[in-house]
């Protein structure tokens, strides 16, 4: 098992290099249909990010193996938040993976008879979840931090405690994400990719350009938790 999640890991980097491509074409595509360009430049710029797209497929193989490893991890974390949004946002993530294996499947022919359409629409509503799910990690992780720092300042100041005011608490919250790296890092991650799913699947349309920028941003962010794991928000 120790050797898999190492050729794992591996294949994760290759993938975000991929997605990192693989948007930069969306967002090119957009921004050389809104200049008018030939057709052929954009036919071709289309075929090189479906290219991309099916080269992250192939290394997404064997993901929900990890997914679910991760799920049996988080199951006995202490906080049971921290406990309930983690486990199901792995499970989530494994099915996920397990539509997008079978998407692959089917686009190489190894599978046939397959409803493409509605396998990613699936895929993307597990994506989506899965997504919900880490945002409200992310916020959780974000209150626990913003009531020490209230009391640690209320203990220093030796003041009675009066209720703060909306501009005090967004100032303490940009303060404490601030100070916090991997979770400001996953939580603008966590909040681009949102419009991902959002998009495909026809609940808030943004558009290629916005969905191309969005997804190349969490992707840069994500090569710098894997370069620098210190910025990999934990458990």
């Known amino acids: 098992m120790d050797s ?9 980097a290759k993938e975000r290099l991929f997605r990192a491509a693989q948007y930069t074409c969306t967002l090119l595509g957009y921004t050389v249909h809104k ?8 036919l071709t710029i289309s075929q090189l990010e479906g290219h ?4 992250r497929k192939l290394l ?3 993901n929900s193996v990890e997914a679910l490893e991760a799920a049996k991890r988080s199951i006995h974390l202490k906080d049971s938040v921290l406990r309930l949004c983690l486990t199901l946002s792995h499970l989530n ?7 997008d294996n079978l998407l692959w499947a089917s686009k190489t022919g190894l599978l046939f008879r397959l409803d493409q359409h509605k396998w990613s629409q699936r895929s993307f509503r597990y994506y989506l979840f899965t997504l919900i799910l880490n945002l409200v990690r992310d916020m959780y992780e974000v ?14 100041a030796e003041e009675p405690h ?6 005090s608490q967004l100032q303490l919250m940009l303060s404490v994400l601030h100070h916090n790296p991997p979770l400001l890092l996953d939580l603008i991650k966590n909040s681009c990719d949102l419009f991902i799913p959002l998009d495909r699947l026809g609940l808030y349309s943004t558009g290629p350009g916005f969905v191309g920028a969005c997804g190349l941003t969490s992707s840069i962010l994500s090569i710098l938790t894997i370069v ?3 910025l990999k928000l934990k458990p």
Do not use: H, I
């Open 228 to 230: 620098d794991p210190w």
């Open 162 to 167: 009066t209720a703060p005011s909306v501009v």
């Open 93 to 99: 993530r494994a099915m996920y993976f397990a539509c």
């Open 143 to 156: 209150r626990l931090l913003m009531e020490s720092e209230t009391r640690c300042r209320a203990t220093k």
């Open 52 to 55: 991309m797209s099916l080269t």
């Open 35 to 42: 200049a008018g360009s030939g057709e052929q430049v954009r």
């Open 60 to 62: 997404r193989l064997g």
């Open 4 to 12: 898999w999640m190492r050729f794992n890991a591996q294949s994760q």
